[in-house]
C-alpha cells in the first residue's frame, strides 16, 4: 500500500514537472539570462567593433558615480518621483471615496476612471506632448479662453516648473490605478460601521479616520509602493515630452542609462545604472513589503 502510494506522488510530481516547465525556461531566457548578462556586461567593457568582453571590475560604477551627470540625475529622479507618489496618492484616494457614493451616472464614471490606466505609457507622453504643446496645446488653448493667461505658456520650457509638469501625465495615470485599487477595497467595508459611526454623531472626517483609512491601510501602502517604484522607473512619458531637457532639468535616471548606453555607446555605464536603478527599487519595494506584514499583523 505505501509503495503504491508513493509511486503515485511521484508520478504526479513528474507531470507537474511537466506543467511548470514552459514557465521556468520562460523565467530563465526572459528574466534570469538577461539578469546575468547585464550584470556582466556591468563590469565590463564591450567593444562594439569586435564584439568582445574585457573584464574592468567595478571600474563603470565608479565611474557613474565620479559623474555629476548621473548624481544629479539620481536627485531629479527623487524629486520627481516624490511627485508622483503623492500626488498620484491624494487623487487616488479622493476618486475613490468620491466613487465610492451614490449619484447618476456612477457606472459611467467607474468606467471612465480605468481609461488612463489602460493607455501604454509612450502614448500617454504623446498625448501630453500635444496637450502641453506652446503653440497649439489644448491645455494653453483652455487657460487662454478662460482668460487665465494672456499668451501662451511654454509649459516644457521652463526651468523651474518643467519637472513638475513633465510628471503630471505619470499622475494622471498612476491617479487612476490608485483609485481602482482603493475603490475595491473601500467596498468591501460593510455599510453597518458607517451607520454605526453616524449614530455615534461622527462626522465625514471622522468616519474616514476611525473607519475608512484604517480598514484600506493595507491596500494604501501597496498602491504607495506601486507609485514610488513607477516614479523611480519612468522613462516612456518623460523622454517623449522633453527628452531629458531642457538642458537636464528632467534627467531621469532611466534617460541618463539611456543615453550612456546608446547614445555614447558605453553599455557597460549604461548597464551599472541600469543596477543601480534596480537595487534602488529593489530596497523600496523590500521597505514597503516589511511595512505591509506590520500593518496586517496589527
Known sequence: MGTTKYSILKSDYRISIYFILPAMISIGVFLLYP??????????????????????????????????????????????????????TVLGVLFALFLNQDFIGRGFARALLIIPW???????????????????????????????????????ADLKSVLFVSALPAVWRQASFSAILLLASIQTIPKALY????????????????????????????????????GFMQFDTVFMLTKGGPGNATELIAITMYRRAFESLKLGEGAAIGYILSLLCLFFGLLFTRILRKVETI
Open 195 to 230: 451607520e454605526s459611526a453616524k449614530i455615534d454623531g461622527a462626522g465625514l472626517i471622522r468616519q474616514f479616520l476611525s473607519i475608512t483609512l484604517p480598514w484600506m491601510m493595507s491596500t494604501l501602502i501597496v498602491v504607495l509602493m506601486f507609485n514610488i517604484l513607477y
Open 35 to 88: 539578469f546575468l548578462y547585464t550584470f556582466i556586461l556591468s563590469i565590463s567593457k564591450y567593444n562594439l567593433a569586435t564584439g568582445k568582453l574585457a573584464f574592468t571590475g567595478f571600474s563603470n560604477y565608479i565611474s557613474i558615480f565620479k559623474s555629476r551627470m548621473f548624481t544629479n540625475s539620481i536627485v531629479i529622479t527623487i524629486i520627481f518621483a516624490l511627485y508622483v507618489l503623492m500626488f498620484s
Open 118 to 156: 489602460a493607455i501604454p505609457w509612450i502614448v500617454i507622453g504623446i498625448m501630453w506632448r500635444w496637450m502641453l504643446n506652446a503653440q497649439f496645446g489644448s491645455l494653453n488653448g483652455l487657460l487662454y479662453q478662460l482668460g487665465i493667461i494672456k499668451e501662451y505658456y511654454p509649459f516644457l
